[in-house]
């Protein structure tokens, strides 16, 4: 069975400040990774997503994720955090073995922009 | 990149009743969609995978007779929550994967937001 832990349901950091967000992994095989993004009553957004390629994964909005096999973790990351930031965020685990078509999701962080 | 739309974006229904949620891909081919239900401040918890031309699979806990989910064309999935309860009051979203697209990615609906009165 996969499992995702998020640490941290909320984030609050300062515009320009550097962004955090911890999610660890546990998963019987090699896993794909993803990060996802829910603004208020939408759906969710593909930050980025790591498919054993490189370990250091690049997304939209100028997000960033490193895969670390020896901490089990998959962090998203942010040089200076805008505004519009603002929303929550998850952490997204699944199994190649089956087709990457069941995620198992963290319980997410909400992250909040202080001006 | 893919578009999925899910329809309606909001319903507020009277407990007992039946509400049918739709989910569409409008610019690809879903063989498989998926419902995820998600409770205020919760994450996203798989209901059942919607499989085109055949029954549902449903996650363990989820009763598959009080939510009928339907596949019955390549673009479109739907939910429906029969004799709707309070409890059921939740944010369900489907998703569906472009099989004819080389990256790993499931493509998220807007969501409903279902209030059961």
């Known amino acids: 069975a996969q499992s995702v832990t998020q640490l941290g349901s909320h984030v609050s950091v300062s515009e320009g400040a550097l962004v955090l967000l911890r999610c660890n992994y546990s998963?019987?095989?090699?896993?794909?990774l993803f990060w996802y993004v829910q603004y208020p009553n939408q759906g969710l957004q593909l930050l980025l997503k790591?498919?054993?390629?490189?370990?250091l994964v690049k997304g939209i909005n100028g997000f960033e994720a490193e895969f670390k096999k020896s901490e089990t973790s998959f962090h998203l990351t942010k040089p200076s955090a805008h505004m519009r930031d603002a929303a929550e965020y998850f952490c997204?685990?699944?199994?190649?073995?089956?087709?990457?078509?069941?995620?198992?999701f963290g319980t997410g962080t909400r992250l909040t922009i202080i001006p | 990149g893919a578009v999925v739309s899910q329809h309606p974006s909001r319903v507020i229904c009277k407990s007992g009743t039946s509400v049918k949620i739709e989910c569409r891909s409008l610019d690809f081919q879903a063989t498989t969609m998926f419902w995820y239900r998600q409770f205020p401040k919760q994450s996203l918890m798989l209901m059942a995978t919607?499989?085109?031309?055949?029954?549902?699979?449903?996650e363990q806990g989820v009763e598959k007779d009080k939510f009928l989910i339907n596949h019955a064309s390549l673009t479109l999935s739907t939910l429906t929550v029969t004799s709707a309860h309070p409890e059921d009051s939740s944010f369900y979203i489907c998703?569906?994967?472009?099989?004819?697209?080389?990256?790993?990615?499931?493509?998220f609906g807007q969501g409903t937001r279902l209030t059961v009165v």
């Open positions: 998703s569906a994967r472009d099989w004819a697209a080389p990256a790993l990615e499931a493509f």
């Open positions: 998963s019987s095989v090699p896993p794909y």
């Open positions: 997204a685990v699944s199994d190649p073995n089956f087709g990457n078509e069941k995620l198992t």
């Open positions: 790591y498919t054993s390629a490189a370990t």
């Open positions: 919607s499989n085109e031309g055949s029954k549902a699979t449903y």
